[in-house]
């Protein structure tokens, strides 16, 4: 699971960029299943049920959140915009990797006034990205066009993943390549049993961007059932022990309440008889199962739920800290302990199986 998960990890796969990671998975599940890859850059696994009479989707979000050129200044520096939640309070400083026109990487670095000549009122200031700029090492314009940079080519933060103590790992998309891990780990487990329901694995698009990709995929697979793998917010920092209750190493979670509340009023409320299926499936099997509920963030399950007639979704996932920054932390057990836990529930559901919430 280390060794997949630093894979994707160094992999550089903004929103709407996702094709090398898409691939990347694809190589991953297509000896244990037929695998494709849908218009919308979706990678799908696809595993044949004894009975199939169901079908659940199981899906995580391939890309990463960046930043996308605005503007090319004569000078050579680029303005950014953000592309997805970037936390501002880290870019000064920062190293990334723009990708050209053509989909090759350039280095580059976020600047950051000289300490020696920064203003006392300033030192303590956090400026916002419109008022930051990247530094690709041009001397002008035309030295940055002849990059084959232009404004809308993406960045993302330089892909880095370092081993902690433990089992413990930080990296720059932990969220949610931590998530494609997982599916690369169940695509082995049903080769192994196989469920009786056909299960699609799905590597999603354009989470970080719009929460859209995993609709636009559970529109070709029409799915009974999701099932969605995401990060968590780790409550064992000093800044969060007081909030919320997971932690790494504690093994894998169930969301059961997400609510955006800042503009986007969507969100995600657990299906029951989903629930009900992991919960036991944890308690006959002695694993063990955080609950999370949170205000503020969403997973793409908030719109893939409303798909065709309405589809039962339940959002599970791992701890992460420091999530959205270029050092997210993750335990590689809670990992494990997911394809553990989702695979064995999977494989409870079979045609008699009530989805229906009443």
Not at 77 to 85: E, K, M, S, T, W
Not at 118 to 123: I, L, W
Not at 233 to 252: H, P, Q, W
Not at 328 to 351: F, H, K, P, Q
């Amino acid at each position: 699971m280390k060794d997949i998960l630093r894979d994707f990890c160094l992999t550089k796969a903004p929103s709407g960029y996702e094709r090398e990671m898409a691939y990347k998975l694809k190589r991953y599940l297509e000896p244990f299943c037929e695998t494709s890859i849908d218009a919308m850059g979706n990678c799908v696994g696809f595993i044949k049920g004894s009975e199939r009479q169901k079908k659940i989707m199981v899906f995580a979000h391939m890309d990463q959140l960046g930043f996308i050129v605005r503007r090319v200044e004569p000078d050579g520096y680029l303005q950014v915009d953000r592309l997805g939640g970037v936390p501002e309070k880290v870019l000064p400083g920062l190293k990334v990797s723009v990708r050209n026109e053509s989909g090759e990487w350039y280095p580059g670095v976020i600047g950051v006034k000289s300490h020696h000549a920064e203003a006392v009122e300033d030192k303590y200031v956090v400026s916002p990205v419109t008022a930051l700029f990247l530094d690709v090492g041009a001397s002008d314009a035309d030295e940055v066009r002849k990059l084959g940079i232009y404004a809308g080519c993406p960045a993302v933060y330089e892909p880095s993943f370092t081993e902690l103590s433990g089992n413990k790992v930080t990296g720059t998309s932990v969220d949610n390549r931590g998530g494609c891990a997982v599916l690369a780990g169940l695509a082995a487990f049903f080769n192994k049993r196989r469920p009786l329901g056909d299960v699609y694995l799905a590597g999603t698009v354009w989470e970080e961007f719009n929460l859209r990709g995993a609709a636009l995929a559970s529109r070709n697979i029409n799915p009974d059932a999701a099932i969605s793998l995401d990060v968590t917010l780790s409550g064992d920092t000093r800044d969060l022990s007081a909030r919320y209750d997971v932690a790494l190493g504690k093994g894998a979670c169930v969301q059961l309440y997400s609510f955006h509340g800042r503009g986007t009023l969507n969100g995600t409320l657990p299906n029951g008889p989903l629930f009900e299926l992991v919960k036991n499936t944890a308690g006959e099997l002695g694993l063990p199962l955080q609950r999370f509920a949170s205000v503020g963030m969403l997973t793409d399950a908030a719109y893939m739920q409303l798909e065709g007639r309405g589809t039962a979704c339940l959002e599970m996932g791992f701890p992460a800290r420091y999530t959205h920054s270029p050092v997210e932390v993750c335990d590689t057990g809670d990992l494990n302990a997911l394809v553990t836990l989702c695979g064995e529930s999977a494989l409870r559901i079979g045609g008699n199986f009530n989805f229906s919430r009443y």
